[in-house]
């Protein structure tokens, strides 16, 4: 079931999609909202975390769905990534312990130093996420912030979050600097939802994360 937080305007509850409502709307409130939506969810359950400035462009399902499969029998992980790229690949080094993790089904998974690209949708235990929003500080400027902020966040020993060696998914960006990438109105118009008024002008900059 996905966990939708909203202010005011909200969609009907289904079998599969649930409302929350979440408090405020400015940066200050993204961490009451996101520990809000966890409130009753265990601190072992392995949730896919999808923030919403993201969206999936392409997904080798089968793979994902094998790997989902793995993480959630696993005591040892506590969180897995499977759309390797910027920093992950561009800076192994960084970001990445050099160890290999072979999974029953052949693919590698490398574990990640700290909270490199937790933005990205990936599939993580809850208490991970609730452990890193519960330690943001109450003052936050912007969302954008919310990047640098992280970094004074120690990352537990016991969160162990991994990466797949090989990418299975292709994101893109929704916005940058206040306007709609191409690529998402594209998407937009390509999937036949209306746009509101203040998005139908994007800009030409496309945004995407991972290739396949």
Not at 45 to 71: G, H, N
Not at 86 to 92: K, S
Not at 120 to 145: C, E, G, N, T, W
Not at 198 to 205: F, G, I, W
Request: glycine share 4%; charged share 25%; hydrophobic share 40%.
């Amino acid at each position: 079931m996905f966990r939708i937080p909203y202010q005011s305007l909200r969609g009907p509850d289904s079998d599969r999609i649930r409302y929350v409502a979440a408090p405020g709307g400015t940066a200050a409130d993204i961490a009451p909202s996101v520990l809000r939506l966890l409130d009753d969810v265990d601190d072992e359950e392995m949730i896919y975390w999808c923030a919403d400035d993201k969206y999936p462009i392409q997904l080798v399902t089968d793979k994902i769905a094998a790997l989902m499969l793995y993480v959630r029998q696993s005591s040892e992980i506590s969180g897995l990534m499977f759309c390797r790229c910027r920093v992950t690949l561009e800076r192994p080094d960084l970001a990445l312990y050099p160890r290999e993790w072979p999974t029953p089904s052949g693919d590698i998974l490398l574990e990640r130093r700290a909270w490199y690209q937790i933005w990205i949708h990936q599939f993580l235990k809850a208490k991970v996420l609730r452990y890193f929003f519960s330690s943001m500080p109450d003052s936050v400027p912007s969302a954008k912030a919310m990047d640098t902020l992280k970094n004074d966040i120690i990352k537990l020993a016991d969160h162990r979050l991994f990466v797949t060696k090989e990418n299975f998914a292709v994101f893109g960006e929704s916005t940058q600097n206040g306007r709609m990438t191409r690529n998402c109105y594209d998407s937009i118009r390509n999937a036949g939802i209306e746009l509101p008024q203040k998005y139908r002008r994007p800009s030409r900059k496309r945004v995407t994360m991972g290739k396949l």
